[in-house]
């Protein structure tokens, strides 16, 4: 079965220092990743996927199939980074559609 | 545009009572899916629809669980006999096809309190 883990329930940092996130997972198909944020008394919406090899906010985040990780890396933190953070791994459900497989999150706060 | 919606936003329920939650999706989007989201935790995948037909519903935790998308728009999910481990965020997300590379919308949740 599929798993992933976020080892850091709580991570600070001060404002303009860089930030990790790290995001390791088990599955034995070809992984799908993703990144998704929940700013405080907002919804859960995605920040980025692994496909996409895209930066988005300032936040890139590299698959490591040889350490099976993908953390979320931002070289300099900004104070309304702070949010919960949850790495996800898309694997096959029925009918061509792909269930998202989470985290338990890891709590960023950028402090002044 | 409007983004999903649920309903209620909380809700308290005594053990043993039967829960319905609602989601509305965005419309035009075919795949539907809820989560189970724990204190601490993150979601956990419960049940998806791929317009009205439940195609995947291997996340329920006991058959205490049903969901429903009969019109293949509207969603709800309805929990009987409520235990206090059923308490939790249940989230809904759609999407607009069934790849694995469209955008889950996730909305608000509901969360529920079992005492």
């Known amino acids: 079965a599929q798993r992933v883990t976020q080892p850091e329930k709580l991570l600070s940092v001060f404002k303009g220092a860089p930030v990790e996130l790290k995001c390791n997972y088990s599955y034995s198909g070809s992984p799908e990743l993703f990144w998704y944020v929940q700013y405080s008394r907002q919804r859960l919406q995605l920040l980025l996927r692994h496909i996409s090899r895209e930066s988005i906010k300032g936040f890139t985040a590299d698959l490591n199939k040889g350490e099976t990780s993908f953390h979320l890396k931002k070289p300099f933190a900004q104070e309304e980074d702070s949010a919960m953070y949850y790495c996800a791994l898309s694997v096959p459900s029925s009918g061509s559609a792909r269930q998202l497989t989470f985290g338990s999150g890891t709590q960023l706060t950028v402090l002044p | 545009g409007a983004g999903v919606s649920q309903s209620p936003r909380y809700k308290v329920a005594k053990r043993g009572q039967d829960v319905a939650l609602r989601c509305d999706p965005i419309s035009g989007h075919v795949s539907l899916f809820w989560y189970q989201q724990a204190l601490g935790q993150g979601p956990e995948f419960l049940t998806y629809?791929?317009?009205?037909?439940?195609?995947?519903k291997s996340g329920l935790p006991s058959d205490r669980f049903f969901a429903e998308r009969p019109e293949g728009s509207v969603s709800t999910l309805k929990i009987q006999r409520t235990q206090q481990e059923d308490s939790a965020v249940y989230l809904c997300a759609s999407s607009q096809m069934a790849n694995f590379d469209n955008e889950q919308f996730f909305g608000p949740g509901t969360r529920l309190t079992v005492l």
């Open positions: 629809f791929q317009n009205e037909a439940q195609l995947d």
